[in-house]
């Protein structure tokens, strides 16, 4: 290894995901294993430019792998978007003697990172940090795994009660501009239709499902809705057209939210999280940049910054074929 790097900076960006403290742990001990220092970097770009950071030792990351959200914190920062808020940061990371950073977030954290190294040739590695896993260049992003897990959980809770009523349940799951954590959670938990961004099943056609699922028997419905799909405005909306339209059913709307987000990482998010963590401090010794580490048939692999902000995740199609099977 080249090991020109002597002091990593690391921040947690953007929404948080579970298992973002397992790869934090893993970027620290890494360091440590290859005698660089590392300091964290509190509350995103915002604290960069506040100069909010504290190093960070093998011994500080104890007992985190197994905990949700980010000891880090996280925030959004309008300031880092802007050149003087971005000078700012630079001047701060300059001044505590910090050569490289690892970025663990989404696309938003990622593109913060591509204008601060194309302003300041800063060395940034990119670690994908994000439950919608939405992120080009690895088949799954930290946190996806969990949440999928949390998601499948409350559904099957949701179920017993929507069996016990003769209900229809429209469940909404986070995926504004993605389906997968929809797609995914929807297969896993049996659900009747599962509305996603990517396919606009249209209100007539999730109709004739529905009903075609009552004349066969089915005393009770779940379908699974992405918050980005675009049937109707919205769930509620969506819910209320059904219930004028179906009215053998009590219809319910569950909105899981944030709740997604938290919780211990699953074993999955844990492993793959210090794979990657491992792998974005051994890519910043080896003099590498603007990478994101990602995972692709088990196998850790780099995809430039840029590609994997600007490339997108194709939908399952076969997952589609299989959820529509299995909805009969």
Known sequence: MKNKVQKIGLVTSGGDAPGMNAAIRAVVRACTYYKVDCVGIYRGYQGMIEGDFEPLTARDVSNIINRGGTILKTDRSKEFKTKE?????????????IDALVLIGGDGTFNGGIVFNKEFNF??????????????GTNYTIGYDTALNTIVQVIDKIRDTASSHNRLFFVEVMGRDAGYIALNAGVGAGAEEILIPEEDLGLERLLESLKRSKRSGKSSSIVVVAEGDKIGKNVFELADYMEENLPQYEVRVSVLGHMQRGGSPSCFDRVLASRLGVRAVELLLDGK?????????????????????????EIDKELLRVSDIMSI
Do not use: H
């Open 85 to 97: 808020g971005r000078k700012k940061a630079y001047n701060q990371l300059k001044n505590a003697g």
């Open 123 to 136: 060395p940034c590695i990119g670690i994908p940090g994000t439950i919608d896993n939405d992120i080009f």
């Open 289 to 313: 940049t603007n990478l994101m580490v990602g995972i692709i048939n088990n196998e850790v692999e780099t995809i430039e910054l840029e590609k994997a902000v600007k490339g997108r995740q």
